[in-house]
Each structure stands twice: as C-alpha cells, then as structure tokens.
Nanobody, 123 residues
Framework: QVQLVESGGGLAQAGGSLRLSCAAS????????MGWFRQAPGKEREFVAS????????YYADSVKDRFTISRDNAKKTAYLQMNSLKPEDTAIYYC????????????????WGQGTQVTVSS
C-alpha cells in the first residue's frame, strides 16, 4: 500500500500562485509515477499533471501547460505542483495519485489516492 498526503491548498486571487505538495509513504517501490488530478463541483475528476520519479519526465493537461509545473524530490518521496497565473476555473479539490506509469490521463489507471486539498481562486 502507498499512502499519499497532500498539503498546500488554500485561497488565491486570480493571477496568483499556490504550491501543492504530496508526500508518499509505504510501498512506493512499484509506484514510480505521481500525478495531480482535480475535481470541481458537478464535474468529473480530470488530469492535471504527472511526473516519473526516476526520469523526471513530466506530462501536463493542455489547460495548465505553461502555468503549472510539477516537480519531485526523490529523497523525500514528495511531488510538488507549482501553480502560477491561477484562474477562477482552476478552483477545485486537487488530488494526488500514484501509479506505476506517469503518462496516462485516465483516473482509473492510478492506483493510490490522497484525500484531496481544496484550491479556491477568486476573481
């Protein structure tokens, strides 16, 4: 089992920034990838970004490319999501996820999930 704990959500103004963190623990050896998804009220959970821990390769949704940056600290088994130029439509609960492979947008392909952290962007 892999446990994931997110932190860093909160309230930001449009154009502002927030940084999310996701710390992994447990049997992480088979979970090379960590990703971020988000879910707004009344909408399906959608892919945001993901990263492969060994290679550092990253993958982004078109809606956040050039605004969000995913990174990782292998020693801490922690992934980060730096969110800049935030927009009201970025408002959602953000979930961290872990899986064996990073380059997949389907939530069904991700094995482990955190509890989520709320991000609210005001206009």
């Amino acid at each position: 089992q892999v446990q994931l704990v997110e932190s860093g959500g909160g309230l930001a103004q449009a154009g502002g920034s927030l940084r999310l963190s996701c710390a992994a623990s447990g049997r992480t050896i088979y979970s090379d990838a960590m990703g971020w998804f988000r879910q707004a009220p009344g909408k399906e959970r959608e892919f945001v970004a993901s990263i492969a821990f060994r290679s550092g390769n990253a993958y982004y949704a078109d809606s956040v490319k050039d605004r969000f940056t995913i990174s990782r600290d292998n020693a801490k088994k922690t992934a980060y999501l730096q969110m800049n130029s935030l927009k009201p439509e970025d408002t959602a609960i953000y979930y961290c996820a872990a899986s064996a492979y990073y380059r997949t947008r389907s939530a069904d392909s991700w094995n482990y999930w955190g509890q989520g952290t709320q991000v609210t962007v005001s206009s």
